[in-house]
Nanobody
Framework: QVQLVESGGGLVQAGGSLRLSCETSGVTFGISTMGWFRQAPGKEREFVASITADGFASYADSVKGRFTISRDNDKSTVHLQMNSLAPAGTAVYSC????????????WGQGTQVTVSL
């Protein structure tokens, strides 16, 4: 079965950094696109970043220059390095998988809470 487990969330002061990790199993990680999404209280889920199997990364405009997505195919793990965090970044961050030839992300982790204090 597919399993995505996020970690690395927590409380951080504005301007600080966090590194999220998503460990996967049950997916063909090396040919799958991985993504990070977030959902703040009272708001819709928002795309944050994605990385294709060949390493092409995409970012939401709101995080460009501050966040970096990366993948470790040997460990079937995707990371999200978040720098210069602001209170607007407070949200539940979730990892997701889009399989090869799939149109949408279909598998989701449980999410990890990121809280950015003033």
């Amino acid at each position: 079965q597919v399993q995505l487990v996020e970690s690395g969330g927590g409380l951080v002061q504005a301007g600080g950094s966090l590194r999220l990790s998503c460990e996967t199993s049950g997916v063909t990680f090396g040919i799958s696109t991985m993504g990070w999404f977030r959902q703040a209280p009272g708001k819709e889920r928002e795309f944050v970043a994605s990385i294709t199997a060949d390493g092409f990364a995409s970012y939401a405009d709101s995080v460009k220059g501050r966040f970096t997505i990366s993948r470790d195919n040997d460990k079937s793990t995707v990371h999200l390095q978040m720098n210069s965090l602001a209170p607007a970044g407070t949200a539940v961050y979730s990892c997701a998988v889009k399989r090869i030839f799939a149109k949408d992300f279909a598998y989701w982790g449980q999410g990890t809470q990121v809280t950015v204090s003033l």
